[in-house]
């Protein structure tokens, strides 16, 4: 099989001269010079938890910047009816999630009280009925899926001749209902929401013991209670007339829909089109509303972006100083090193939380709450870093080409710029960005124990926001669970990025940790 | 060593003196709170001040600080809340409770923290170990907060397994099971961090360990795998894991002031926060002092064990 090879006798024209007119040369490199940054980059590349950390990051910064400016509301928004309502996204509640949709459990009353506010409204506020018992004295009681926006129903409004004239031609001009007769008084002491704005409904039961049980007519609605006049402008509401408002059986009896009072008029409106005509959008809070109707996502954009901010601006001067401290402890060493080290080991003793406290009972009245936070970050921050600069600085400055250099005639500051200090710079920007998370958290841990203040009428800050919801946490979990998320997220991948840029720096610390 | 250990310790009270002095002129500068007027004699309480020295020149009160610390160890009385009680008794009586939480909490997390992150290493790049490294970098990122408001949420409101508020003395005694279970979901929050911290931690360390030659000469010795684990490797890696769990160890005495404050915990950390929001500016000297000391000294602690644990590692050597 195998061909005998006769190496000894190759005939001579099978030979060929190789290269007879070519230039011996090298030939040039095709392929570009991979230098320290490309490397890494390289690296981090290939890291696919940190580059999956790294566009978390984008997404949540994005998130913090563009929020704030095509949301609806701002941080000193407040709504007092759309208080503690559940999240909820337009698009997604068709399909039955997303939806602001509570589990409730009420008796009779309640029962009735949520249903003839679907009836009134024409929206659905009770879901789905979901289950029917009887307690052992006999009273039922049901448990219902209720939207939060919905059940809130009607309120009553005092408005001044000129709002109420100018919400009458809204309603003229869109056809939407907005104001609803006023109701006749009741004499229960039973009252649930707004004050008793939803009680349109005639009652089982007149007494001031009444639980609020309601009458059904033949078809098993409810019987409307409107106070009726002769006067069909009766305060001079000249508008749209709700249905079944069409003068009586005598053709002279009227609903009221406003009453004139010492300001202007008191009129009852469907809060869901009011809040539409005050604020020129539908409520819906993606996710939700605290206890002062704020509205969650956009407060939670603001506070974002204000940990970003003082995260990123602390974590920048630290750099700064943490590096040429760093440098002139590493370089110089000897006695400066010594006294340089024993200040910043004596500034490190402080625990943050005094220096934060001193900074704020001194300064915040002066330079104001924000200043003072970076101040007191930025006075221990930077030790850290200058331990890092000043590690990486003893590594190098004894090696040959620093010496190369000094041999040269470099100058110091030539010799710590531009020869040693961009062979630390790996180090000190992983360090930078590790440090960014611990700011983030202090920040939200001194606002959550009101050392700090944050909270003002158009700032707002995430440890604020939990500490806001904290008495909640049983009722509403909602107003807690989005800033915890969100920091959360933040938190993870901030140290993921800061791992793989670190992994990516110095592939031989890999694994290892600081 | 012992030279080592006494410079230390020299270098330590000179830094707390430091600290001390700074904070003391720093908060003397700040105007005395205003007395609250509400049925109380306001010139008594002037009186009282007067004569406390608080309108002596600083460099005076400071001396008097000192001298009062020096021969009757007295810190000062409560000005603003515990009113005229001593603040160094208040402080000891509030310490048990912050002790307590701690103690147990790590006394759970550590073997917890250094079974899985031994587990992790002996698996090491196998499924076991990439689901633990990755929930360590999830609990060590995710502040400890939102662990607490989970727990609270999920195992106070939700299952109602545990209580939402600390047992009081007069029901159950510090150390009873009672008070233990109404300490549990603290100790929970607490413990997250801790066990995860270890993990991370011992599993470096161990594989780090587990790759050595003595290693392999042990098993070709003829050491069984567990054999060589347990009498070579984990012995070795203590060295570094030790120092960490001596200084978490110390780390309880400072506690920690968001977990206290969520749980209601009447311990230093809580004491602190209401000083600082009252302004109470003898109770604040007090706990800044004693927090800046365990910090220093836990500094200390670590460092010496490291020379104690393994004498190879020189301290105070020049190199």
Redesign the interface.
Known sequence: MMEERNLMNIPEEKFTFAQRDARIHDTKLETKPIGYFKDAWLRFKKNKSAVVAFSLIVILLLFAIIVPFVSHYDVSFRDGFYKTVLPKNNFFAQFGIWDGCTKKQESQGGYDYLHAIGQETGRTVVVKDIDHTVDANGLPYYTMKVDSYAMVGFTYANLSEKDYNALMDYQDQTGVQVIYPLQQTHKTNYVMGNAGANFWYKLKNEDATSAGEAVYDENGNYIPNYITSENKEQANYRSLRIEGDNGGEDGNTWYVYAQKNQSGYKVRVDYFEYFRYKNGVEPEFYFGTNIYGQDIFTCLAAGARLSFLLAFSVSLVNFLIGACYGAIEGYYGGAIDIIMERIS??LN???F??VA??FQ??LANKVGVLPCLLFAFVLTGWVGMAARVRMQFYRFKGQEYVLAARTLGASDARLIFKHIFPNSLGTIITGSVLAI?GVI?SE??LS????VNLETSSLTSIGTM?SNG?GY??TF?HI?LFP?LF??IL??S???FG?GLRDAFNPSLR???E | MTKYVIKRILLMFL??F??MT??FV??K??PLPAVREMGRDVNLIMAKREQMGYNKPIMVQYFLFWKSIVTAWDWGVGEQMYEGLSVWNVLINKLPYTVLVNLYSILIAIPLGLMLGIYAALKKNRWQDHLISTLV??F????S??YA??V??LFC?RLGWFPLTLESLDNASLFSAKMFRSMFPAIMSLGFGVVAGLT??TR?EL?EVLTGDYMLLARTKGLTKAQAISRHALRNAMVVILPMIIGEFIGILGGS??IE??FAIPGIGNL??SS??V?DYNF?MAL?VF??FI??AS?IIIDISYGFIDPRIRMGSKK
């Open positions: 080991d004596i003793s402080v625990p939380i005094v406290t001193l009972m001194h998370p958290f939200s841990m959550y124990l009101g050392i939990l904290q946490l049983s979990p807690i915890a920091i959360s938190e993870i901030f140290n993921l791992n694994g290892a940790d | 830094t707390l430091v600290i700074m904070c720093l908060i500068l700040l970098v999830v060590i990122s995710v502040p907060y939102v408001f989970l609270q949420y409101f991370r931690y470096a594989s002031l968001i404050n969520i602190y926060i600082i929001n302004r604040f800044t927090y800046t910090g220093l500094g």
